[in-house]
């Protein structure tokens, strides 16, 4: 019989009320677990490879339902999802979380574990994708690229002068330091377009081999063109193609976003620390 903290048997009220709290919780674990896996999940952001558009230390809301559902829809990969359901095919220009490719055999850097990524579909099934000179050519048409006011960005806890090579370190009018990026704005067929960065001419990630993207699979780019391990390289320096069972969920709105100076011990730091401004930007 279950005994209280005195050593006394539990009353029949004080069972109840203990049942009530265990299943409470367990009717709220699994509303969590449907709701993050099937309509809405957060997302942050560790790396610089998507800049212009997503800085370290934003955070965003991923919907879950718009090309289907598989085992990477579920925390940690619980395989109880056979294949892809209700699936549905990205539209070029989206920026989709997935899951990355398993590690080579063999491979034991950390750095390749299978972890959430987030990118640009730029190739859908059966496209063509190569890129010349810095500039993609998709299904043998050149995507117009077209220069536009350098990105700055300031240099901040979490983006600090380890992120930004000296080549790019500048300072701001009022003398504070930033980082200083190329900056273009590419446009796809159809007209969507978006902002990408382009610092230095890398012969590897500028100048590639033709690429078809096989049936079931996209083709994935960063935006910071020179700092993104995606499609444009295979395992283990990239990613490869990516199989449409993979893909999570497709990037809907930042809800918070912080510079890294917050401290947890000091709460005011934790609204000075805030970028305010990028709170409800949408995709």
């Known amino acids: 019989m279950a005994k209280a903290p005195s050593g006394k048997p539990l009353s029949g009220k004080q069972r109840s009320e203990t049942n009530e709290t265990i299943r ?4 709220l674990a699994l509303i969590v677990f449907v709701f993050r896996s099937f309509i809405i999940a957060p997302f942050s952001i560790p790396s610089e490879s998507m800049l212009p558009r997503l800085l370290i230390g934003d955070y965003l809301f991923v919907s879950k339902w718009n090309y289907g559902y598989s085992r990477w829809s579920l925390p940690w990969g619980v395989p109880l999802i056979p294949g892809r359901i209700f699936g549905s095919v990205p539209e070029r220009g989206d920026t989709v979380v997935f899951r990355s490719p398993d590690p080579e055999p063999g491979d034991t850097d950390p750095a390749h574990d299978d972890h959430d990524v987030i990118k640009r579909v730029i190739g859908l099934p059966g496209d063509t994708i190569q890129v010349r000179g810095g500039q993609v050519i998709l299904n043998g048409k050149p995507i117009p690229k077209q220069r536009i006011a350098d990105f700055t960005l300031p240099l901040t806890p979490n983006f600090d002068a380890t992120h930004c090579e ?3 370190q500048d300072t701001d009018a009022a003398g504070q330091p930033i980082c200083r990026y190329r900056q273009y704005r590419e446009t796809l067929p159809g007209g969507r377009s978006y902002r990408v960065l382009d610092q230095r001419d890398i012969p590897e990630a500028d100048d590639t081999g033709l690429y078809t993207v096989p049936a079931g699979n996209v083709f994935l780019m960063g935006d910071n063109r020179d700092d993104s391990a995606d499609s444009r ?15 999570e969920g497709k990037a809907m709105v930042g809800f918070f976003s912080t510079d890294g ?13 805030a970028r305010w401004e990028r709170i409800g930007e949408g995709f």
């Open 233 to 247: 390289f295979a395992a283990p320096r990239g990613m490869g193609y990516i199989p449409l069972e993979r893909i």
């Open 261 to 273: 100076s917050a401290e947890w011990l000091k709460p005011w730091t934790w609204f000075s620390a």
């Open 24 to 27: 409470f919780l367990l009717k």
């Open 166 to 168: 000296s080549d790019f």
